[in-house]
């Protein structure tokens, strides 16, 4: 059985106990957890971010097959705690055993995955462009290049994916594929569970005999520990998934730096739903059916929550109809904190006192952590004129809006903010008349989806969860999938270094067998 300490863990030993006491809540009954966690003090950040810091300069270097095998043992460290990580994550979030069971196999799935990319080698984009020392005029320098990891990255826990997205999670995973040393920030809402995972990190870290600084995790508030990680000289990125105000904060943080460093920041979407009249014919209680699910999955705490759905107006009254039926019968939620729950039903109430706007809704009192189920009704010209329409509420709710033509359809959609997702229910007649429409979205989102539903996000090579600020701080990158190493790294060039000072990657035999553009030609040769 694993023991809880409530200390942080600064390389391979304990924070001391400090100021700043908090204890994790159960959302669900509001019992006070043991143990007591401890924030990390000044000079434990300060400890924490030089190991990183000292860590790197070895790690940097480490074959692919030990970040490779660190990574997989990760993964089964923290199958290894079982029923025990499970029962934690439950009682610090109330989230189903099956829903946290899931999340726990999406995060050792998703290290795997990470450590088959590292394996397999390509994605250094290594590059050989061979010298020719009889060029005329000029002799050809020989150039390589190939991605470099950063340094140490400091690593910002969401309060939705206890897993996931939190202490193993893609952040840290990416970054310790790419090489980087990593300092964890964990969140306030479910510290037990950080540290069982923070523990199951540290155990691979020693493990396979890595040095101490590899791994860290801090407790305690981010306007304190988490504003001295990311100011601290030593941390050379970030990573954060939360909200829009905590995002920009971090963001000013990191660019105001003596040293700005990239900091990548997921925090804001309202995932529209555009639904064409010839698919809401052909499949109007299909099309309720998923919204209904997709909206109100997990609470409707997930970034892909569809909070617009954009429905004909000659069809609104039939499917008002038909979702309030769904929405009505939907049982009341537990949220994950108190502040979350604070935050919907204020969201709720700003969006009711709005013009031209009608409420669908269940009793929605401010009782500890508990919601119901909501949406809203109004109209495209509503929409338009309004800015606080367009805004997020974190939790079960959406807001449909009505539309005359596409033309007023494609006006409304000129007007969206950067999203993650974008949603199309279409027939391919549709599909084929207004491509106009459909590429327009593509500015306005980086995963666009045709038929289905933006909640569930596959952990893929290919997938894309970012998107155009404010959606993520930089649209040119993912947090979830292999592409989200390419946020910890940058590219090295070596010109004319003898093969045997180069890396394994960029040496003339191949050693790796990897992938390479070699003189604009991929070969493994």
């Known amino acids: 059985m694993v023991q809880l300490s409530g200390k942080s863990l600064i390389g391979f030993t304990r924070g001391a106990h400090a100021d700043g006491e908090f204890r994790g809540v159960n959302p669900a009954t509001g019992e006070q957890l043991a143990p007591a966690y401890f924030a990390a003090s000044t000079d434990e950040v300060d400890?924490?971010?030089?190991?990183?810091?000292?860590?790197?300069?070895?790690?940097?270097?480490?074959?692919?097959?030990?970040?490779?095998?660190?990574?997989?043992?990760?993964?089964?460290?923290?199958?290894?705690?079982?029923?025990?990580?499970?029962?934690?994550?439950?009682?610090?979030?109330?989230?189903?055993?099956?829903?946290v069971s899931a999340e726990i196999a999406r995060t050792c799935s998703q290290l795997r995955l990470f450590a088959d990319m590292v394996e397999e080698g390509s994605w250094v984009d290594a590059r050989i462009d061979r010298g020719d020392p009889t060029r005329k005029p000029l002799p050809k320098p020989d150039a390589r290049s190939m991605y470099r990891p950063l340094g140490p990255v400091a690593v910002f826990c969401a309060s939705n994916f206890p897993l996931a997205f939190s202490v193993a999670g893609g952040d840290t995973a990416s970054a310790l594929a790419a090489g980087n040393t990593v300092v964890v920030k964990a969140h306030h809402s479910h510290p037990g569970t950080a540290e069982l995972v923070g523990l199951a990190i540290s155990a691979a870290v020693a493990r396979f005999d890595l040095p101490e600084g590899v791994f860290s995790l801090l407790f305690g508030p981010g306007n304190q520990v988490g504003t001295q990680l990311l100011s601290h000289p030593s941390i050379k990125a970030g990573g954060f998934t939360g909200s829009r105000a905590g995002g920009q904060a971090l963001m000013k943080i990191a660019a105001s730096r003596p040293e700005p460093i990239p900091f990548h920041a997921e925090m804001s979407s309202v995932n529209p739903v555009l639904i064409f009249q010839g698919a809401l014919k052909e499949r109007e209680d299909e099309i309720v059916s998923g919204l209904h699910a997709s909206v109100t999955l997990g609470a409707g705490q997930f970034c892909t929550n569809p909070g617009l759905i954009f429905?004909?107006?000659?069809?609104?009254?039939?499917?008002?109809?038909?979702?309030?039926?769904?929405?009505?019968?939907?049982?009341?939620?537990?949220?994950?904190?108190?502040?979350?729950?604070?935050?919907?039903?204020?969201?709720?109430?700003?969006?009711s006192n709005q013009p031209a706007i009608k409420l669908f809704s269940g009793q929605n009192d401010s009782d500890g952590c508990g919601c119901t189920a909501a949406f809203a009704v109004t109209d495209s010209k509503s929409f338009l004129s309004n800015p606080v329409l367009s805004e997020e509420i974190f939790g079960p709710a959406t807001l449909l809006v009505s539309y005359g033509d596409i033309g007023e359809l494609s006006e409304v959609a000129r007007t969206l903010e950067g999203q993650l997702t974008a949603t199309v229910h279409a027939t391919e007649v549709e599909i084929e008349n207004h491509q106009d429409l459909l590429a327009l979205l593509e500015t306005r989102a980086s995963r666009l989806i045709l038929n289905g539903f933006p909640t569930g996000v596959?952990?893929?090579?290919?997938?894309?969860?970012?998107?155009?600020?404010?959606?993520?701080?930089?649209?040119?990158?993912?947090?979830?999938?292999?592409?989200?190493?390419?946020?910890?790294?940058?590219?090295?060039?070596?010109?004319?270094?003898?093969?045997?000072?180069?890396?394994?990657?960029?040496?003339?035999?191949?050693?790796?067998?990897?992938?390479?553009?070699?003189?604009?030609?991929?070969?493994?040769?």
């Not at 155009?468 to 190493?485: C, I």
């Open 311 to 351: 429905i004909p107006s000659d069809a609104i009254d039939s499917f008002i109809s038909k979702l309030t039926e769904k929405m009505m019968n939907t049982a009341r939620f537990t949220m994950l904190n108190s502040q979350i729950s604070r935050a919907y039903h204020q969201g709720l109430s700003t969006l």
């Open 47 to 99: 400890q924490a971010a030089v190991l990183a810091a000292k860590a790197f300069e070895v790690y940097r270097n480490t074959p692919a097959a030990v970040r490779t095998a660190l990574l997989r043992g990760i993964a089964l460290e923290i199958e290894e705690l079982n029923g025990t990580l499970v029962k934690r994550a439950v009682e610090e979030t109330a989230l189903p055993a099956a829903r």
């Open 458 to 525: 596959e952990v893929s090579h290919s997938i894309v969860h970012g998107g155009p600020f404010p959606a993520t701080s930089d649209a040119r990158f993912t947090s979830v999938g292999t592409r989200a190493a390419l946020r910890f790294v940058r590219p090295v060039c070596y010109q004319d270094w003898p093969d045997s000072a180069l890396p394994d990657e960029l040496k003339n035999e191949n050693p790796l067998r990897i992938w390479r553009l070699v003189d604009g030609e991929l070969t493994r040769e």
